[in-house]
């Protein structure tokens, strides 16, 4: 299994990015996916995720509104759309695919079997 994030890069406060994560070795469509970040010093920590149709996501309190997450299952590809970045946005997001079962979003590290490699985002302010 692979996952590989891409579309990351330094932004200033305010501004917009989108993440992409292309997946290959696994039914793409039989997986729940999710975004994590990592700042320097700090625990992993949950972003949003989306479950295996598209159909539920569920988000971070500090990323509502303005982070939104999609899947193309056709494209076997995750994306997330960053919007009005802050400086505490900057960290690695972790691109991460999950066998769980059920119709809600999973948001805990344990559900989540796959990790991409990451890709560092940087918000300036």
């Known amino acids: 299994v692979r996952l590989v994030e891409s579309g990351g890069g330094l932004v200033q406060a305010g501004g917009s990015l989108r993440l992409s994560c292309a997946a290959s070795?696994?039914?793409?469509?039989?997986?729940?996916m999710g975004w994590f970040r990592q700042a320097p010093g700090e625990e992993r920590e949950f972003v949003a995720a989306?479950?295996?149709?598209?159909?539920?996501?569920n988000y971070a309190d500090s990323v509502k509104g303005r982070f939104t997450i999609s899947r193309e299952n056709a494209q076997n590809t995750l994306y997330l759309q960053m919007s009005s970045l802050k400086s505490e946005d900057t960290a690695v997001y972790y691109c991460a695919a999950s066998s769980s079962a059920g119709r809600i979003a999973p948001s805990r590290r344990w559900e989540f079997d796959y990790w991409g490699q990451g890709t560092q985002v940087t918000v300036s302010s």
């Open positions: 989306v479950t295996w149709s598209g159909s539920n996501t």
């Open positions: 070795g696994l039914t793409f469509s039989n997986y729940n």
